[in-house]
Antibody, heavy 121, light 110 residues
Framework: EVQLVESGGGLVQPGGSLRLSCAAS????????MTWVRQAPGKGLEWVAN????????YYVDSVKGRFTISRDNAKNSLFLELNSLRAEDMAVYYC??????????????WGQGILVTVSS | QTVVTQEPSLTVSPGGTVTLTCASS?????????ANWFQQKPGQAPRALIY???YRHSWTPARFSGSLLGGKAVLTLSGVQPEDEAEYYC??????????FGGGTKLTVL
């Protein structure tokens, strides 16, 4: 059974940093692109970033470029998202998800349950 | 800045049929955008329904179908059930597995 479990969320002040983790199980993690998607309170989904199987390619939405870093540790079946210089508009539930068949024919299938990041002073 | 547009809200009667659309600011949506559709209920994570425009996941009920029509990606629900009341999001890919979500359609079954 594919499982994705996010952790590391919480309350952080504007300008602060946080590191989110996503523990994967039930599939061969190193075979898949992975992605982070976020959802601000009461708003829609926003694609944030994705990463190739070996970490050699990473893509970001413009609003987080230079502030967020996606990474992975295939030995530990884990995906990460480093959030720096956080702003109020970064407050959201962050989801990790699996992306089979990327980049030629991408699709997003399994999702984690999400983790809340609150940015407030 | 690419924008993907969906109807903000739709209402359908139980047993009826409803069509949700997904348009791209870059022009006609084609199969090369690998349109995905997701369902999200309050307090839950999104659940994948459709990929590659018209492929159902193994868990997706047959009443959900995807297609392209009039330059848009389309999600059709036939024989709508009360449990289909939810928010629906489309996701289009623009190369390098970089995606853009639509704003979502709130579907009410009434």
């Amino acid at each position: 059974e594919v499982q994705l479990v996010e952790s590391g969320g919480g309350l952080v002040q504007p300008g602060g940093s946080l590191r989110l983790s996503c523990a994967a199980s039930g599939f061969i993690f190193s075979n898949y692109w992975m992605t982070w998607v976020r959802q601000a309170p009461g708003k829609g989904l926003e694609w944030v970033a994705n990463i190739k199987q070996d970490g050699s390619e990473r893509y970001y939405v413009d609003s987080v470029k230079g502030r967020f870093t996606i990474s992975r540790d295939n030995a530990k079946n884990s995906l990460f998202l480093e959030l720096n210089s956080l702003r109020a508009e970064d407050m959201a539930v962050y989801y990790c998800a699996r992306v089979p068949d990327a980049p030629d024919a991408p699709r997003t299938d399994f999702w984690g349950q999400g983790i809340l990041v609150t940015v407030s002073s | 800045q690419t924008v993907v547009t969906q109807e903000p809200s739709l209402t359908v009667s139980p047993g009826g049929t409803v069509t949700l659309t997904c348009a791209s600011s870059t022009g006609a949506v084609t199969s090369g955008y690998y349109a995905n559709w997701f369902q999200q209920k309050p307090g839950q994570a999104p659940r994948a329904l459709i990929y590659y425009t018209n492929y159902r996941h193994s868990w997706t009920p047959a009443r959900f179908s995807g297609s392209l029509l009039g330059g848009k990606a389309v999600l059709t629900l036939s024989g709508v059930q009360p449990e289909d009341e939810a928010e629906y999001y489309c996701l289009l890919y623009y190369g390098g597995a970089q995606g853009v979500f639509g704003g979502g359609t709130k579907l009410t079954v009434l």
